[in-house]
């Protein structure tokens, strides 16, 4: 069974510029989470969606982040502008709410360097 | 501010030995404790979780016990190897599958 699957790997822009992270969860799985990542730090929620719905968006920054999921399976996290505090690993992880077991499971993350 | 609190924020512990990560908690509403592994470059994976009906589980050389009373849990790793050596963070949640609230994370290093 093919993982989350996260895309691009790495990412460099400068300041000011837009960029988008795409999130692919394991087959079947009804709930997507973005987790941001500094580094040495634990991850820190973004958001949350149940299916289509955005569920728990409280930690997203709104002014500047946005998200989506369409069709309740791929989501995309957009930055614009991006600025230099954005430098981090953007996670991307995905569960089944209602069965048998609440694992999350992560992908590899986005690491995102911005200039 | 929901919190957990991890320590220490580094360890080091010779080959065969123990490895002991602890964890304490704010919200009493906590019901999903989950330890996760990671390495560099790769996302955190699953290792060990427990739910506050239960005081220990143990899958092979990893145990966490938990104490409801004092907000507390923790991870023991035993004949501690080389491929060990990741960071573990601790994490905790409300229902299984809302988000999870991380600690800062314990780099583990095995030395041979």
């Known amino acids: 069974e093919a993982g989350v699957v996260q895309s691009p790997r790495y990412k460099i822009i400068e300041k000011k510029q837009p960029v988008a992270f795409w999130c692919n969860p394991i087959?079947?799985?009804?709930?997507l989470y973005w987790y941001l990542q500094n580094l040495g730090q634990g991850p820190e929620l973004l958001i949350r969606y149940e299916n289509e719905e955005a569920v728990d968006d409280s930690q997203l920054p709104k002014d500047r982040f946005s998200a989506e999921r369409l069709k309740g399976v791929d989501s995309t996290l957009k930055i614009q502008p991006a600025e230099l505090g954005d430098s981090a690993v953007y996670l991307c992880a995905s569960s089944l709410r209602g069965g048998s077991s609440d694992t999350q499971y992560f992908g590899p993350g986005t690491r995102l360097t911005v200039l | 501010q929901q919190q957990v609190k991890q320590s220490p924020q580094s360890l080091i512990v010779q080959k065969g030995g123990i490895s002991i990560i602890n964890c304490a908690y704010e919200?009493?509403?906590?019901?999903?404790f989950p330890w996760y592994q990671q390495f560099p470059g790769k996302g955190p994976a699953l290792l060990i979780a427990?739910?506050?009906?239960?005081s220990e589980k143990k899958e092979g050389r990893f145990t966490i016990s938990f104490n409801k009373s004092a907000k507390q849990f923790s991870l023991h790793i035993m004949d501690s190897q080389p491929g060990d050596s990741a960071t573990y963070f601790c994490a905790a949640t409300l229902g299984g599958a809302d988000g999870l609230t991380f600690g800062k994370g314990t780099h583990l290093i095995i030395q041979p």
């Open positions: 427990i739910r506050p009906d239960v």
């Open positions: 919200n009493t509403a906590f019901d999903y």
């Open positions: 087959s079947g799985h009804n709930t």
